[in-house]
């Protein structure tokens, strides 16, 4: 895998992110050399969901309203249906997306995270993929919805769901790499 010794990447989460895809590719970012920060709505713990179940909780190292993006290299969002659902109804973390676009910085969105993207206006004319069920909703947003285990168009890489987890995790890492 590629080295990310000198870089810094942001997590954006909230409570009922999908376990497998925040955790998986945290690993994988950090066996890789990055730098990694939990960026949230909140302080303290956000809880992960798993089977449709509560599940494991990861300590918050940021609050959204508080940082910029300027002071990461790339972003990493998991999915989860309740997640980007409340993700994307906060200004804050739809500003700090937006940021990423702006500055041409790597972004990887992985399940349901896209739905934070649509709000966020940066999937009209890219080529990409998600979870099957929001299809209609990134293809109505300007998106060129696929149906491939990941996909890089620009800055941003995108992936269906936890089955696609070694092949996003492994073009996260090359396009953060860059």
């Given amino acids: 895998m590629s080295n990310l010794k000198n870089k810094k990447v942001a997590i954006l989460a909230a409570d009922g992110y999908e376990q497998s895809e925040l955790e998986c590719p945290m690993k994988a970012l950090k066996d890789a050399g990055a730098k990694i920060e939990i960026i949230s709505l909140k ?101 060129n919805w696929v149906d491939q285990e990941v996909v890089t168009d620009g800055n941003l890489t995108t992936s269906r769901s936890p089955e696609d987890l070694p092949a996003f995790n492994q073009r996260m890492i090359e396009e953060f790499s860059k």
């Fill in 43 to 143: 302080s303290g713990v956000i809880k992960a969901m798993k089977d449709h179940q509560w599940s494991n909780s990861v300590s918050v190292d940021k609050i959204v309203s508080e940082i910029d993006c300027a002071d990461y290299d790339a972003l990493l969002l998991p999915g989860g249906v309740i997640n980007p659902d409340a993700l994307r109804a906060n200004a804050d973390a739809v500003n700090f997306v937006k940021g990423f676009f702006k500055a041409n910085k790597p972004v990887a969105a992985i399940c349901h995270a896209p739905q934070t993207l649509i709000n966020a206006e940066v999937v009209s004319g890219k080529k990409m993929t998600s979870y099957k069920s929001i299809s209609a909703d990134l293809k109505n947003a300007g998106a």
